[in-house]
């Protein structure tokens, strides 16, 4: 056997049982969502602080992307239902005008 895969199997087994043993302990399970919850906080503040600095650069942020991306679909349904008005109205047939009268007769 080589000496480094001695190496890594000794290492592994000094680590494992401790590593196994607090995975599956009742601290862990309590300490968890606590942990959870300081990623979501933290998460939150990275992205608020670079949202602000993109600001500060005149960049674009990932919320103004998301933004635009929602108001191009709004304009995307409304140019396909248009799209089908027009074409259901063609389908049909022209329809007929009313004209006006002259006011002389």
Request: glycine share 4%; proline share 6%; no cysteine.
């Amino acid at each position: 056997m080589p000496f480094w895969l001695d190496a890594v199997r000794r290492f592994e087994r000094a680590i494992g049982v401790p590593v196994e043993r607090f995975v599956t302990s009742d601290a862990y399970f309590d300490l968890l969502p606590h942990l959870k919850r300081a990623q979501s906080q933290l998460e939150d503040a990275v992205a608020a602080m670079t949202e602000e600095w993109y600001r500060l650069v005149n960049l674009p942020s990932g919320s103004d992307v998301r933004q635009m991306r929602e108001q191009l679909s709004r304009m995307e349904r409304q140019i396909e239902r248009l799209t089908k008005q027009l074409a259901d109205r063609d389908a049909t047939g022209p329809t007929p005008t009313v004209r006006k009268r002259d006011q002389n007769g």
